[in-house]
T-cell receptor
Framework: DSGVTQTPKHLITATGQRVTLRCSPRSGDLSVYWYQQSLDQGLQFLIQYYNGEERAKGNILERFSAQQFPDLHSELNLSSLELGDSALYFC???????????FGSGTRLTVV | AQSVTQLDSQVPVFEEAPVELRCNYSSSVSVYLFWYVQYPNQGLQLLLK??????LVESINGFEAEFNKSQTSFHLRKPSVHISDTAEYFCAVLYALNFGKGTSLLVTP
């Protein structure tokens, strides 16, 4: 157990639908990062939050949004889902990037 | 800007053979470098890191990496691999939120 908790582990939904992925960071970590991993695109950085505020943005689609709450957990919202959104979505957390990131076990999203 | 390049997408190797997974970085500032491992159906785990000091860093399972400033490299090596080392390996540089594309290590008997 890495200390980063992601729920749900698996999610199957239809095209056009909206889903929310949840992440609880490791105790004491202030930063949360979201990544998408697919076979063709590899590991893609989506967005980072630090203590409730957006810190950096990567290749995140406009249909996707995220937020970090006062208790530091984070949610990634994916809407108007397409088949191509099927992927593994990872959350990572860190206190300081000097020590690297701690990853959760991911949420596998399947859009049918 | 900081970035890493993993030169090999796949590395097949026989059990007990040595292996080297290559990583080159580009950075205009001091670098902190990391290797992560992803076993099948799992998240990424930190394998080892270079922050400062000795340029040779080791992991608990026999991997080592050497920071080479002149060649801007941080290659990962293991003198004798096991079947259980089969995994995806990612190189990363501090503040480079994008990881390398990964190297798939496949160890066969």
């Amino acid at each position: 157990d890495s200390g980063v908790t992601q729920t749900p582990k698996h999610l199957i939904t239809a095209t056009g639908q909206r889903v929310t992925l949840r992440c609880s960071p490791r105790s004491g970590d202030l930063s949360v990062y979201w990544y998408q991993q697919s076979l063709d695109q590899g590991l893609q950085f989506l967005i980072q939050y630090y203590n409730g505020e957006e810190r950096a943005k990567g290749n995140i689609l406009e249909r996707f949004s995220a937020q970090q709450f006062p208790d530091l957990h984070s949610e990634l919202n994916l809407s108007s889902l397409e088949l191509g959104d099927s992927a593994l979505y990872f959350c990572a957390s860190s206190l300081s990037g000097n020590y690297g990131y701690t990853f959760g076990s991911g949420t596998r999203l399947t859009v049918v | 800007a900081q970035s890493v390049t993993q030169l090999d997408s796949q590395v097949p190797v026989f059990e007990e053979a040595p292996v080297e997974l290559r990583c080159n970085y580009s950075s205009s500032v001091s670098v902190y470098l990391f290797w992560y491992v992803q076993y099948p159906n799992q998240g990424l785990q930190l394998l080892l890191k270079y922050l400062s000091g000795s340029t040779l860093v080791e992991s608990i399972n026999g991997f080592e990496a050497e920071f080479n400033k002149s060649q801007t490299s941080f290659h990962l090596r293991k003198p004798s691999v096991h079947i259980s080392d089969t995994a995806e390996y990612f190189c990363a540089v501090l503040y480079a939120l994008n990881f390398g594309k990964g190297t798939s290590l496949l160890v066969t008997p």
